[in-house]
């Protein structure tokens, strides 16, 4: 996946983003980090085409974006938002089955992969598929947003500040989990957070935004070794023990 | 004579004119919905031609209902006397109410279940179906309610050009300076407004439960 010179403009002329280049490697987990309005949510929405780009060209799986269909494009990308954005009116059972369905697979073929989906997040299916969204936890529900995610199968998962709206215990434990499951899975991770913490704990690599633009991409460790004002900025959000809690 | 005197007297035609009531909400209701629901669903989300076409359908409300009727008379092709007049009229009042709560209520779904099911890949179509109603419906349905007892009630004044339904009982009370007959077209009118009303609560609590 590959942002080439990308700018997204609003009507007014504002500039979200402005000549992105990015390039994310199969199999790895890159963070988008930067603080609110630095563009971190754009970028995501302009590779799954939520958003259209105003310049430049975004490549996915070796094709043009603008040259996929939009809606099958976003079935073979799975997306993560914070608080999960599960359909309260569908059971668990339901919503994790959203792509599957949408793309017609077998009944016996989805009931396993549902049943598959919540094991692998944690959340037995004889207990939670009933369920209603508003009769789980926080973390119940963005496991069951990162099943729904996972459940066709997609190569690649964009996931949007997945753990914000967490309590830091339970983000913790989730994180965890995360990072099992993404070297495990070995999916393609494009993951936004303004928790600098969380970005050296989950990436491979860390592309930090400023006011639209790229400051750069950095390794954890390089990241700790930085010397951009930018990124000492973050550097040191760490190092003062103030976590992200303070700062929202 | 009492007012259910009356009524048991005279069976024959308060069962007609419940019928005709019945018929008038009937028509007009299916009028405003099978207008208003796709009008409002199209209207849903754009903040600009909502404000437009809600404000034209707020002033048809502020017209009195007897000026409604009367206005509609010489309009060719639904007007005259009689009972298509009056479902024009009723359908036009009954709009509104279904119109603003459909948008309001498509309005209402929170918006990161939108974001996430674009996200995910429901077309347009699939959204609406299998997202906004059903979590609108609700809303929505308070819509039908008011819209239902309104038309109840403003369907007694129909009964002025012709219509027919339990107004003619009021009008009829009225020329006799009878209150016993006025009684007995008002009561059984408000008798159906209630019911209706508490049949669609019904639902109403029904859905909203899920």
């Known amino acids: ?248 | 004579m009492n007012w259910y005197d009356f009524l048991l007297r005279n069976r024959g035609e308060v069962v007609g004119r419940i019928t005709e009531h019945v018929e008038l909400v009937s028509a007009a209701m299916a009028i405003a919905l099978v207008v208003g629901l796709p009008l409002g669903v199209a209207l849903a989300r754009r903040r600009a031609l909502q404000r437009w076409v809600l404000g034209a359908a707020n002033v048809v409300q502020t017209i009195p209902s007897l000026a409604l009727f009367g206005f509609l008379i010489p309009v060719p092709w639904i007007g005259g006397v009689g009972a298509s007049t009056a479902i024009v009229a009723l359908a036009l009042y009954a709009l509104l109410p279904i119109l603003r709560n459909t948008c309001t209520g498509i309005d209402g779904v929170d918006a990161a279940i939108i974001e996430s099911a674009r996200g995910m890949g429901m077309t347009p179509r699939q959204m609406l179906w299998q997202v906004e109603l059903p979590l609108a419906a609700p809303v929505l349905l308070a819509g039908i309610r008011v819209a239902t007892a309104m038309s109840i009630g403003i369907t007694t004044i129909a009964a002025a050009i012709g219509a027919g339904g339990l107004g003619v009982f009021i009008f009829r009370g009225v020329a006799m300076v009878n209150n016993q007959v006025i009684l007995a077209g008002a009561i059984p009118a408000a008798l159906l407004a209630v019911l209706a009303d508490s049949a669609l609560g019904l639902v109403q609590r029904r859905l909203a439960a899920r």
């Open chain 1, 1 to 248: 996946m590959e942002c080439r010179g990308v700018t997204y403009r609003l009507p007014s002329g504002t500039a979200l983003v402005s000549d992105l280049n990015l390039t994310v490697a199969r199999g790895e987990t890159l963070i988008l980090l930067g603080r609110s309005g630095s563009g971190k949510t754009t970028t995501l929405k302009l590779i799954n085409r939520l958003l259209e780009p105003s310049e430049g060209k975004i490549i996915v799986s070796g094709r043009p974006a603008s040259a996929w269909d939009p809606i099958q494009l976003r079935r073979g990308i799975g997306y993560v938002i914070q608080d999960a954005g599960l359909f309260p009116h569908w059971s668990v059972e339901k919503n994790v089955a959203l792509v599957p369905r949408l793309e017609h697979w077998a009944e016996e073929r989805i009931e396993a992969r549902v049943k598959e989906m919540l094991e692998l997040v944690g959340l037995p299916a004889g207990e939670f598929a009933s369920r209603h969204p508003s009769e789980l936890s926080g973390g119940q529900r963005q496991r069951v947003g990162v099943a729904r995610a996972l459940a066709s199968d997609p190569p690649i998962l964009l996931m949007d500040e997945p753990f914000g709206a967490l309590d830091a215990v339970t983000r913790a434990e989730l994180q965890r989990e995360f990072r099992a499951l993404a070297s495990r899975l070995g999916k393609t991770i494009v993951f936004v957070t303004h928790d600098v913490r969380e970005a050296i704990f989950l990436g491979t690599r860390i592309a930090l935004l400023a006011q639209g633009r790229l400051v750069g991409v950095y390794s954890p460790k390089e990241f700790l070794r930085a010397t951009e004002p930018e990124v000492r900025a973050f550097a040191e959000s760490l190092h003062s023990g103030r976590g992200d809690e303070e700062a929202r």
